[in-house]
């Protein structure tokens, strides 16, 4: 199989701008799995099925056909052929995504999906378990970090209207649930290889991955 490079991190550490800029410069593919667990909650919403309930959630996520691009200029995804690039970033589909992302149906059946994708070749593929579940193989894997100050910073420059203290309190939880459920938590993939990403800029952080990748 071909090159794949598996970026993890917390939320904010800035997988998706190095991810993009990386396979950009390599001129690789690029997968945000992120947005696959984003789709699956924003239909979940959709249906009106209680996230509360792990069984409901298991029960219906066969049913949405999501299809994720993989280009990194403009990453594409559909839910059963509508374009939710939009509102699978909106705060009511944030704040449900790690509850939905916890159950073990969801995860199987949307990493089976990125299977897929990552064997037909080079790629940069970004998430929380890459290194560690979807892709142990990977020939370089990289873990992403910045303090929480920093990562709600950006953030909250990103989202119009919320403040850097709302941010990091919204991120703490998600980070927390992310990290102690029992499926596949967010943790560094034994040989990966820590940034730390808080003092440096998006430019430096894109050289450094092209550097390991390169080595
Ligand atoms: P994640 O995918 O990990 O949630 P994103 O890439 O979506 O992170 O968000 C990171 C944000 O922080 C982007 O707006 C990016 O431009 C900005 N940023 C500032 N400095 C850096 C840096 N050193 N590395 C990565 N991103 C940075
Ligand atoms: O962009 P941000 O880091 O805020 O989040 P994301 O990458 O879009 O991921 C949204 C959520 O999906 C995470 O908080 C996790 O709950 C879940 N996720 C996951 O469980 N496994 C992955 N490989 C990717 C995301």
């Known amino acids: ?39 699956m909650t924003w239909w979940m919403l959709q249906q009106g099925v209680d996230l509360a309930d792990p069984a409901a959630v298991a029960a219906r996520c066969g049913e949405p056909a ?8 403009g990453p594409a995804i559909h ?17 449900a995504v790690s509850a939905v992302a916890a159950v073990p149906e969801v995860r199987a059946r949307l990493v089976a999906l990125q299977r ?22 990977a020939a370089v894997k990289i873990y992403l970090t910045a303090s929480a100050q920093a990562r709600a910073r950006r953030r909250s420059a990103e989202v119009a209207g919320s403040t850097v203290e709302a941010q990091q309190e919204a991120m703490a939880r998600r980070d927390t649930l992310d990290s102690t459920r029992k499926t596949d938590p967010l943790s560094m993939a034994a040989g990966a290889i820590e940034l730390d990403t808080t003092a440096l800029t998006l430019d430096e952080v ?10």
């Open 1 to 39: 199989t071909g090159l794949v490079v598996a970026m993890d991190g917390p939320s904010g550490s800035g997988k998706s701008s190095v991810s993009r800029g990386a396979a950009r410069a390599l001129g690789l593919r690029y997968l945000d799995t992120g947005a696959m667990y984003r789709a």
């Open 66 to 73: 999501i299809v994720s691009g993989t280009d990194p200029d």
């Open 79 to 95: 839910v059963d052929g509508v374009d939710v690039a939009e509102p699978i970033r909106r705060a009511e589909v944030t704040g």
């Open 116 to 137: 897929e994708i990552i064997g037909a070749g080079d790629i940069v593929v970004e998430g929380r378990d890459i290194g560690s579940v979807v892709w142990p193989r």
């Open 206 to 215: 894109v050289a450094e991955v092209l550097r390991l990748v390169k080595e």
